[in-house]
């Protein structure tokens, strides 16, 4: 009898998502003969839900319109995009903070608990920056994994990939053996993914990028997780030019000395940036954007001192800001 039920609430769910689906189509999707198929139709139109038949090759059924609305019915990749979404939301859109938390709190008090347990496991901080450029995609399975980890309180073991995406092999240069940490928290700041972790055997803490992480199973050990403030997470993840960033695949991609701490420089370069310190009192940046102005204008705006800019093009547009702004200076002074 579960069965039965979950699977017509399955169907159900499916009929929500397309406006028309062949029986064929249905059928496979719920693993059931043609003539099951048609007895659980009949169950939902018995349910008072407007199951109508499609004629044609074939045929095929679409839910029509009536006055019942169909509750909410989500599979597990449902479940996760919703929870997603909603802890998202808020690093996007202003004012609404409290009613995500509601809403997140009340979808997951109807769920059951197979479906409460894998939005759980995507617990995560969302941090705010004015720069949110795009990333590369993170695997909703990686996504999975290392959310189950850390709910779990469970050692997790990945090979972390190289920044051009390779895994150096055993006896190949840059060799390292799997990561084995304890995860604590996944953050998404300036549109990237983060797990914050302490190293299972040295017990430091280390940011990673989540799109760089291919776990390894099955999970490690069981930990004692450590509590996280939302200072912990910041100086963590936003002040921490160690956190794994490259550079993204702009047309224009340069660099300059600045006489800033890396932390600050880092608290506020554009998400694809790289921060490198140099001493306690000055780190390295590079930036990429679409032209050179607009990589000049990013330097511009942390009004420090600069040295050692790179390429040329970067260097030409530089001038031609400040000849500009030399220029509107002497108007404003005026005769």
């Known amino acids: 009898m579960a069965d039965t039920s979950e699977r017509i609430l399955r169907l159900l769910s499916l009929l929500q998502a397309r406006v028309e689906w062949s029986g064929a189509e249905l059928a496979t999707r719920l693993g059931v003969s043609a003539r099951t198929l048609r007895r659980d139709v009949d169950t939902l139109r018995e349910l008072d839900y407007p199951v109508e038949a499609v004629k044609g090759p074939g045929g095929g059924y679409r839910l029509g319109a009536g006055c019942k609305l169909p509750p909410l019915v989500l599979d597990d990749d449902q479940a996760i995009a919703i929870a997603v979404a909603l802890q998202t939301a808020p690093a996007t859109v202003t004012g609404i903070d409290d009613a995500v938390g509601r809403a997140l709190t009340t979808l997951r008090r109807t769920m059951p608990a197979r479906l409460r347990a894998a939005t759980e496991a995507l617990d995560f901080t969302a941090l705010r920056n004015y720069w949110e450029l795009a ?6 399975a990686i996504l999975r994994t290392v959310g189950a980890a850390i709910r779990t309180t469970r050692v997790l073991r990945f090979d972390y990939r190289d920044a051009d995406g390779t895994v150096p092999a055993p006896g190949e240069p840059g060799f390292r053996p799997p990561r084995e940490v304890e995860p604590h928290h996944l953050v998404v700041w300036a549109g990237r993914w983060y797990l914050v972790a302490r190293e299972h055997r040295q017990r430091t803490w280390h940011t990673y990028r989540v799109d760089r992480i291919s776990p390894r199973t099955p999970a490690g050990a069981a930990f004692r997780a450590a509590p996280l403030t939302h200072d912990d997470l910041t100086r963590l993840v936003v002040q921490n030019p160690h956190r794994g960033d490259t550079a993204g695949p702009w047309p224009c991609v340069g660099s300059a000395d600045l006489e800033l701490p890396a932390q600050v420089v880092a608290r506020w370069a554009p998400g694809g940036s790289v921060v490198e310190p ?23 705006t942390f009004d420090a001192d600069l040295g050692e800019v790179r390429p040329p093009e970067l260097r030409d547009a530089l001038l031609r800001i400040g000849r500009r702004l030399q220029r509107v200076a002497a108007s404003a002074e005026g005769p």
């Not at 990333?135 to 909703?140: E, F, K, L, R």
């Not at 140099?278 to 511009?300: E, M, N």
């Open 135 to 140: 990333a590369p995609p993170v695997d909703i």
């Open 278 to 300: 140099i001493d306690p009192y000055r780190c390295r940046l590079t930036i990429g954007g679409w032209s050179w102005a607009g990589v000049a204008g990013l330097f511009v």
